[in-house]
């Protein structure tokens, strides 16, 4: 008889924390970061937090001032890349720093190597998880495009 | 803790996947491609067609978990074509008219099934 009491109770605090755990992710808040000039007719936004999470859209080497694709090679691209990344970033309110993982998309896997020296310059310490591998082809011909998400401190 | 979601008006899954997984406030979509969800095959169609379907079946799993399109906050799109980009662009516009998720989009050699197209969402409930 004891043993079903107790069985009772687990069973009514296991359902108790339960909800209480739902209740706690039941619905954050919504912000949308975009810039004077982002174009409308583009079907994403450049980031989207939720709560303290921020999820950055794949960024490529536009030039921010033209929306065209900058010219150079895989090393501009690459520089150009990471900073549209920082600029998105911060403009939501968030560091380099606060970025928990990123995915790298490349047309060459022989542009690993030059992608990770210059990556190392945005990242300098405490990288993000990553993830990175060559793909068929990149919108608008870019060589590289990089997404992430950052969690604020 | 983790809950599993699956969804009865979404295909059923290709592979040994949950067709999404909540954990901490946060859903996970499978990568969903053009299956009809009656006969469980790849949709006749082109671009346009697997790409509405993909997003039908992305919503599907969304209300089975009880998320709507409004909480996607992330998405990557996969192409067998990167020449499809601005088709799936305009039927992708459709399902996401305002406050649109962050995206990734790129052409990868191959997709499962032969699909031209295959989408996955990372969705946040909003207040």
Redesign the interface.
């Given at each position: 008889m004891s043993r079903l009491f107790v069985l009772l109770i687990v069973t009514a605090m296991f359902f108790w924390s339960?909800n209480t755990?739902s209740e706690?992710?039941?619905?954050?808040?919504?912000r949308?970061i975009t810039f004077e000039n982002t174009p409308a007719s583009?079907?994403?936004?450049?980031?989207?937090e939720?709560?303290n999470?921020l999820?950055?859209?794949?960024q490529i080497a536009l030039d921010p001032s033209t929306g065209k694709l900058i010219e150079g090679g895989f090393e501009e691209q690459t520089r150009q890349t990471l900073s549209n990344l920082k600029a998105v970033i911060e403009r939501a309110g968030y560091k380099l720093e606060d970025v928990v993982r990123c995915?790298v998309?490349l047309t060459d896997i022989n542009n690993y190597t030059p992608m990770n020296r210059i990556y190392m310059e945005f990242f300098p310490s405490d990288p993000p998880a990553r993830m990175a591998f060559a793909?068929?082809?990149?919108?608008m011909g870019a060589l590289i495009?990089i997404?992430a998400?950052a969690v604020k401190k | 803790m983790k809950r599993i979601i699956s969804a009865k008006n979404a295909p059923a899954a290709a592979g040994p996947y949950s067709h999404a997984v909540e954990a901490g406030g946060i859903l996970f979509v499978s990568g969903q491609v053009a299956l009809d969800p009656a006969t469980g095959k790849l949709i006749n169609g082109g671009i346009r067609e697997q790409t509405e379907q993909a997003l039908r079946n992305i919503g599907a799993i969304l209300k089975a978990a009880g998320y709507s399109y409004a909480d996607v906050v992330k998405s990557t799109v996969l192409l067998s074509n990167i020449e499809d980009f601005k088709t799936m662009n305009e039927v992708y516009s459709k399902f996401f008219p305002s406050d649109q998720p962050a995206r990734v989009a790129y052409a990868v050699k191959e997709l499962p099934l032969g699909a031209l197209i295959e989408i996955e969402a990372i969705a946040v409930k909003s207040k």
């Open positions: 339960c755990v706690k992710h039941e619905a954050s808040e919504r949308i583009r079907p994403y936004s450049p980031a989207v939720a709560g999470m999820f950055v859209s794949g995915t998309l793909v068929r082809d990149l919108p495009e997404d998400i | -």
